[in-house]
């Protein structure tokens, strides 16, 4: 074990080195220069977007609400509250606003890759399909490199979401219960694994169902439990955000010789948390049925605010203005410069230790409970993000997608047998692995989703409901999962606007 426990470690530290960081955020940057800022200009048809309905009778994907909230019950996990928690232990309160720095920025990362998911994707077994695996295969020229990256793609989902990411969140699941409520490891480990599997057992479609009932619920009561703190502390707000500013760019007189750790380590725990770039959203948004890949992106990048901007910040509020939070000096733990709460350990203790403070030791309990049911939407979709790249890999093969169903489980299992620092090192190589190869294949196609959304622009400047046609842009619907919306298109005029500029008749 103690051999595992050390390849786990120096993995992680190769795969999430310095130049990771720098590389996320000149991405992120790029496609909000070259998109001119979509994250934020078209922040009114994010909402908008958010309640259509696609009139594709054929396929029985998701509704855009389904899929907001399965990429959101995704998102929102351990990586809003331990990972908050871990980004102020070793970067201070400075850490929490280069986390928002990463939402605004990584928002335009997020939307590029559900809008490629969104134009290759395909029908497999009945259901709409699709991800980075697809877009790689199909989209990058050189089709040989292409399918390169998308098998190495698919490597990276199966040692992610298929392996070290469940067991992740199981371990944290479980540590949160038994420092509730004294269950031990083993019983929590089971329980999640059979409510786990009765959902996921039955498909999208289910999922897709319990995740638009859950994500928005414990969304909304986890933001409100922030206002009952903020109202109880709300002498303390000023300093708070005084002491975030100041953290964030050295000028605090405590916090400033780790300004470098605050800048690292609220990017990692960003983009760990936010899921913008790794490809796990395309996999989801590829499922919904919509008139035009831009929307669906549009949602997407949503879901990125309301992971990061706000539950995020709900969790570093509440830490904050209760003061039960240490930082580390050497950013790794070892040496604390903060020691504000004695003998507790980082990470999710830190939010369970505010909650008592501020409202009892019921609260400890209600946020486990509230974890759990965190946990078990970001479990719906990891599984389905597992089953999507079977289904590339495989095709319609049933026997794989229930062989490979019944080993996510066993998965799952495995985190009650490790301890919490690896448990995290290995949630970050998942992570890791996909970000590299996701995120350098969408670089080769920002040429594409340029032409996808300027024909989506081009349409609304018309007056126009966009509607898609993949041919007008050079990508093949071989599966004619778009053909309801071109034909749309045909009966309204489209190809003979010449505002539109389409070439095909």
């Known amino acids: 074990m103690e051999l595992f426990v050390k390849v786990m470690n120096t993995v992680n530290d190769i795969i999430w080195h310095p ?29 908008k977007c958010l309640t259509e309905k696609g009139d594709n009778k054929k396929d029985t994907g998701l509704s855009a609400f389904q899929a907001f909230a399965t990429t959101v019950g995704g998102r929102v996990g351990t990586g809003n509250i331990a990972g908050t928690a871990t980004a102020i232990f070793m970067g201070g309160p400075g850490a929490l606003f280069w986390m928002w720095i990463t939402a605004i920025l990584g928002a335009s990362t997020g939307i590029v890759e559900c809008i490629l998911g969104q134009a290759y994707k395909t029908r497999n077994l009945g259901e709409l399909t699709g991800g980075p695996a697809f877009y790689m295969s199909n989209g990058i020229k050189n089709k040989k490199f ?50 786990v599997g009765v959902v996921t057992m039955g498909g999208i479609k289910r999922i897709g169902k319990v ?17 009952v703190i903020f109202v109880m502390n709300y002498r303390a707000i000023p300093s708070m955000f005084g002491s975030i500013f100041a953290s964030a760019f050295g000028k605090d007189a405590i916090f400033g010789g780790i ?56 969790t570093g509020f509440c830490i904050l203005l209760a003061g039960t939070y240490n930082v580390a000096a050497d950013g790794a733990g070892a040496v604390l410069l903060v020691e504000q709460a004695p003998g507790i350990q980082y990470g ?36 389905y993000q597992l089953e999507s790249t079977c289904k590339y890999l495989w095709g319609e093969n049933k026997i794989v997608v229930t062989i490979v169903r019944i080993l996510f489980l066993i998965f799952c299992l495995f985190g009650i047998l490790i301890d ?86």
């Open 146 to 195: 292409g399918r390169i990256l998308a098998v190495l793609f698919c490597i990276a989902v199966f040692i992610g979401p298929g392996f070290l990411l469940p067991a992740m969140q199981t371990q944290t699941a479980a540590t949160a219960i038994k420092g509730a409520f004294g269950l031990p490891f083993i019983v929590v480990g089971i329980g999640m694994v059979i409510i």
């Open 348 to 383: 999710i203790s830190f939010m369970q230790e505010a909650l008592r403070v501020s409202i009892g030791k019921a609260g400890a309990m209600f946020l486990a409970v509230m974890l759990f049911i965190f946990i078990f939407t970001t479990m719906l979709s990891y599984s």
């Open 211 to 227: 995740a638009e009932v859950l994500a928005p619920i414990m969304c909304g009561i986890y933001f409100f439990i922030t206002i």
């Open 19 to 47: 130049v990771m960081c720098v590389f996320l955020m000149c991405a992120a940057v790029w496609f909000t220069v070259r998109l001119r800022g979509i994250q934020v200009r078209k922040f009114k048809d994010m909402v």
């Open 420 to 505: 919490g620092d690896t448990i995290w090192s290995m949630g970050d190589i998942g992570v890791g692995c996909m970000l590299w190869v996701n995120t350098f294949s969408i670089l080769l196609l920002t040429p594409q989703v340029i032409k996808i959304v300027r024909d989506y622009e081009k349409q609304k400047k018309a007056g126009l409901d966009p509607l898609f046609d993949p041919e007008t842009v050079g990508i093949k619907d071989e599966a004619n999962v778009w053909e309801p919306y071109v034909e749309k298109k045909k009966a309204r005029g489209d190809y003979k606007n010449p505002n539109l500029g389409y070439t095909k008749k």
């Open 259 to 314: 300004v470098g750790s605050a800048v690292a380590w609220g990017i990692k725990r960003g983009f760990f948390s936010n899921d913008a770039g790794n490809g796990m959203s395309p996999l989801i948004s590829a499922t919904t049925d919509t008139s035009h890949p831009v929307k669906q992106g549009l949602v997407q990048g949503l879901s990125v605010y309301i992971d990061t901007l706000l539950v995020c910040s709900c």
